[in-house]
Structure formats: C-alpha cells, structure tokens
C-alpha cells in the first residue's frame, strides 16, 4: 500500500453526531477561524506558561507579566523557524523539537477542520490550508515588526513567509487524506513509484533511527560528562530546569548532527569539525546536550559507515518484488535515494545555521554533502540487492518461452480453421496462456457431451 494513505479506522468519521456535523457545514466560516486561530493562541500559551515556569522556579528572578508576555514573541517565532538577531548577534540554529510539536498540532487541526466541514474533494483542501497559513503569516509578520527593536530584530518579510510556508505544508499533510489527495496520487505515481516513495521513507527512518541511537549511546558513555555540566553551568534548581529544557529542544538537531556523522560529512560547530575519516578541535560550550562531542580522534569511526550500508540494503530488500522487471526494481530504487536525499537536505538546512557571531558559528551538518551522501548510501547497495535478490525468469522458462514464441499456425501440430484472433494469440507470451485456457475448455466441453451420450446410450 501506497505511504500517502492514511487508513481510517471504522467509524471514526461518525463520531460526531450528525446535527453537530451538519451545524459545522452551515457556518464553515467559524470552523475555519477557530482552525486559524488554535494553533496559534495554543502555541503561545505554552511557550508563556514555560516561562513563568523557569521564572517561578529560578532563584532570585524577578517576574514580570509584561515582559514574559513580551518575550513570548520572539521565542514564538522561533518555534517557527524564523531566523533572530540578538544583540547584532545572529541566531539561526533554532530547536526542532517544538516546531515538530507545532507542526503536527497544525495538522491535526486542519484534519479536523476538513472532517467537520465535510470536504472531500482535493480543490476544497486549499481553502483550510489557505486559511492556516494566512493566519499564521499574518501573525509572524505583526510579531516580527513588533519585537523588532535594539535587542531583538526580525526580518519583517522573513517573519511573514516563513510561519506561512511550516503551517501551510502541515496543513495540507493534515488535509489530504480527508479529500482525496493520497488517492490522486496514488493514481497518478503508479505502483512502481508508490513503492519507490515508501521505500525512500522507508530509508529516511532508518538512517535517523541510526542517527539517533549513535546520539543516545554517545550520550550514555558520557554521562559523567553531562553530570558535571549540570552541576557547573546550573548549580540552582532554576538554572538546572532551564538547561534541561533547552538541551531537550535541541534534540532532533543533535540527531540530524550525528546522522550527518553516520552518513559521512559529518558535523561542525565553528572550528569544531568531525568526520569518520578526520577531526579538527574547537571550543565547544558547555551544555549538556554536547557531552558526547568527542575531544579526539577515534579509530573506529568509520565502522559508522556500516549503519548507512545497512539502511541501503534495507531499501533494497524493500523493493525487491515491486517487479519482475529488473528496470523497474531499480527506478524504484532509484525514486527511493530521491526521497532521501529531500529529507537530508530539509533536515541539515532546519537544523543548522549561524550561531552569535564567535569561533562556534555556523553550527550544524553539510547540507549538500549529506543529501548526496544519503543519495548514494541507499542508491548504490539499494541498486544490487534489488537486483540480485528480485524475481528472475530461470533458463526453463526463458526456454519455454522462447518455444511458445516460435509456434504458428502454420505448424503441423496446429488446429485447421483458426481464425486471425487466434493465430495472433499463438504468436505473443500472453495469448499463449489465453489459448491454452481456451484448449482446456475445449476438452472440458467435449467431456461432458461425451459423458451425456453415454447416459443417453440404450443399455
């Protein structure tokens, strides 16, 4: 089954009652004003509510109600992805982990406003979409004029986009499956390309998943290391909850980072740059989420390269039966290392860029490099064990084949009478098994009239 179908589980789409269902339908535009607005009053206030909380539990911190408010703003558009100036010092390596959250609140939102409204036609997913995205762009752009001043500075028109563009493809990833989306394009791709694109996620997953579990074993060997962070850069209670908080945040980009390890680019943060083949030393800061950066060279980094290897090979048994044809086992194969070769090159661009204006600017992966790379991971070991492992015709078949192929009508062994239909199934692979079935009729047939005029014989 094709990854762009989302399955419905029965009856979930009736669990509303029908007058309430009906009410949404005759006021759409109340429906689409609260799938706007949530979002983005929900966002906000959590982002408020932790920091009051970091205020409350800090010592000796002041609280001020304006000026959380106040510092809501930026830290919101932040969670969009939208690029800060700090003190003339740019910030551009923004956490992912909240803009995941958003995101998928975002898409579940949309997903409820279309079930509600009872869209299901794909021209009726851009309303809600277009609504989203608007909202949200309107939105970015009034924070980022209003925040904008000595302390902080926005790019108005970077404000305006960029909230648009995360929320509108949230949206549509919320929408599509509720109009009729997934199936035109599950129509349209085909069945080679259908499996090609869930092989490609297929190996996106497993490649973060490798990522990921070298972060967690980095992370674990250096537990000391993290402790002693804690205890250094947030000796109080406050300062120790903050930390966590951000260390937490940045998650998802210290997994793109070491899945930029895993593939071969590797990772940098200023004058820090590691690779499996090479390392270079740099200041490094003192947050507990970079305990596991190494401080030297170890050789057994390039063993690394066997999890990229594995996730190929993976892709490759995936696709393996999408076909008989060989050409098709490998277009899909070759679909696949696209798929991720995209997702690479989104992740590295999110999860780097600049970081203040010292030795540990920029921060984060080779976008380039680490989307060729994840191209050619999946691609070329993909590529054979498709080949290899796919349905082959073996040499009796070929040989049987090839004699079906070499029979006319003319022969001695065929039947007089034969009409041009039948003579042209004799002559191609197909029409050959339709003969044959229309033989075994035949004898079928003539049983049973043999069968009826032996009961009808006198005995």
Do not use: K
């Amino acid at each position: 089954m094709s990854p762009l179908i989302t399955r419905v589980r029965p009856g979930r789409q009736n669990r509303r009652p029908a007058g309430a269902a009906a009410h949404d339908r005759r006021q759409p535009g109340r429906v689409l004003v609260v799938a706007a607005l949530a979002p983005l009053l929900s966002t906000y206030a959590v982002i408020a509510a932790v920091f009051v909380l970091v205020n409350v539990v800090a010592s000796n911190a002041t609280f001020s109600a304006g000026g959380t408010l106040f510092a809501a703003g930026p830290a919101m558009l932040a969670v969009y992805q939208v690029p800060l100036e700090i003190g003339d010092a740019p910030l551009g390596v923004l956490p992912l982990l909240p803009t995941i959250g958003v995101v998928l609140l975002v898409r579940r939102t949309a997903a409820g406003a279309a079930q509600r409204l009872g869209y299901d036609e794909p021209g009726q997913a851009l309303v809600v979409v277009g609504v989203i995205a608007g909202a949200h762009a309107a939105v970015g752009g009034l924070l980022a004029a209003a925040v904008s001043g000595p302390t902080v500075a926005v790019t108005p028109l970077i404000g305006l986009l960029v909230p648009g563009v995360v929320t509108g493809v949230a949206a549509l990833l919320g929408t599509a499956p509720q109009c009729g989306i997934t199936t035109a394009l599950r129509r349209r791709l085909g069945p080679v390309a259908a499996s090609g694109l869930r092989a490609g996620l297929v190996g996106l997953a497993a490649l973060f998943t490798a990522g990921c579990a070298t972060f967690v074993v980095g992370t674990v060997f250096s537990f000391d290391t993290v402790r002693q962070l804690f205890a250094a850069s947030a000796p109080a209670a406050g300062g120790a909850f903050g930390m966590l908080l951000l260390s937490s945040a940045y998650v998802p980009n210290a997994v793109v980072a070491s899945t930029g390890m895993v593939l071969g680019p590797g990772f940098s943060l200023g004058e820090l740059s590691v690779q499996p083949f090479g390392f270079v030393p740099g200041p490094v800061p003192a947050v507990p989420l970079l305990a596991s950066v190494p401080e030297s060279y170890a050789g057994w980094w390039p063993l690394l390269l066997l999890l990229p290897l594995a996730c190929g090979i993976l892709v490759g048994f995936a696709v393996r039966e999408v076909a008989e044809g060989t050409a098709a086992r490998l277009c899909a194969v070759l679909i696949a290392g696209a798929v991720v070769a995209i997702g690479m090159l989104l992740s590295a661009t999110l999860a780097g860029g600049q970081l203040g204006s010292g030795p540990l600017s920029p921060a984060g992966v080779p976008a380039g490099l680490v989307s060729l790379a994840g191209f050619g991971w999946i691609v070329v070991p993909g590529s054979v064990v498709a080949w290899i492992t796919g349905p082959h015709r073996s040499l009796s078949q070929l040989r049987e084949g090839r004699l079906v192929a070499d029979v006319s009508p003319e022969s001695p062994g065929s039947a007089e009478g034969d009409d041009g239909d039948e003579e042209d199934d004799v002559l191609d692979g197909a029409g050959s098994a339709r003969t044959t079935a229309r033989f075994d009729e035949a004898v079928d047939t003539t049983a049973e009239d043999t069968g009826e005029s032996e009961e009808q014989r006198p005995q």
